[in-house]
């Protein structure tokens, strides 16, 4: 059972490139989510969905976006890339909502660096 | 605006001792907490959690308690071994209020000492 797997692991981006990191699941889990670490700080979340077709922002949703179209994927687009950007960012599923008692499974995470 | 505080950013114990781990929150609609454990290149895992009706919370070596006058929370490992060395982080969320997201503090990495 692979649970949550993101593309790619480490990526170095120029300063205006754009990029998609990739997360898929294959736990059918209806809630998703990404999540970014700054180095000494906690995970702040970007952008979760709760389902195919529906998606909203989070706590730093500023430069970028997602899409849900299936229930297994849930990509994270990065356009115009900016030092600001260079962190961990980690994708996340859960069944239904954390509060329910449901469990979030965390994806091993993708360093991303802009320069 | 930091809502949930871990004041401390490392911890070591002793091998078979006790381990407390502290986190604070200062926002009042917080009513479901969470620990996850994470180690170095691996995302978070799910530890423990608790919520606001209940004061304490056990799950084998790890107890969780919550003193919500005081919003605060301890993570309990007892007794320490060495596979608990790792960087551990509070989250909380306001679900009853509408908002499950989870808010993380900044983490407090535990060094267990052989």
């Known amino acids: 059972n692979a649970g949550v797997t993101q593309t790619p692991k480490f990526r170095i981006l120029k300063i205006g490139q754009s990029m998609t990191l990739q997360c898929t699941q294959d736990?059918?889990?209806?809630?998703m989510y990404w999540y970014r670490q700054d180095p000494g700080m906690g995970l702040k979340l970007i952008y979760y969905s709760v389902g195919a077709g529906i998606t909203d922002k989070g706590e730093v949703p500023n430069g970028y976006n997602v899409s849900r179209s299936t229930t297994e994927d849930f990509p994270l687009r990065l356009e115009l890339a900016a030092p600001s950007q260079t962190s961990v960012y980690f994708c996340?599923?859960?069944?239904?909502?954390?509060?329910?008692?449901?469990?979030?499974?965390f994806g091993e995470g993708s360093w991303l660096t802009v320069v | 605006d930091q809502q949930v505080k871990q004041n401390s950013p490392s911890l070591s114990v002793q091998e078979g001792r006790i381990s407390i781990l502290n986190c604070d929150y200062t926002?009042?609609?917080?009513?479901?907490f969470l620990w996850y454990k994470k180690y170095p290149a691996e995302g978070p895992t799910f530890l423990i959690s608790?919520?606001?009706?209940?004061d304490k919370n056990e799950d084998g070596r790890f107890t969780v308690f919550l003193n919500k006058s005081a919003k605060h929370l301890s993570l309990h490992i007892v007794p320490s071994q060495p596979g608990d060395s790792a960087v551990y982080f509070c989250?909380?969320?306001?679900?009853?209020?509408?908002?499950?997201?989870?808010?993380f503090g900044t983490g407090t990495r535990l060094t267990i000492i052989p």
């Open positions: 736990m059918n889990h209806n809630y």
């Open positions: 926002n009042s609609m917080f009513d479901y």
């Open positions: 996340a599923s859960s069944y239904s909502s954390v509060v329910s008692g449901n469990t979030i499974y």
């Open positions: 989250a909380a969320s306001a679900g009853n209020f509408g908002n499950e997201k989870l808010t």
């Open positions: 608790i919520s606001s009706i209940k």
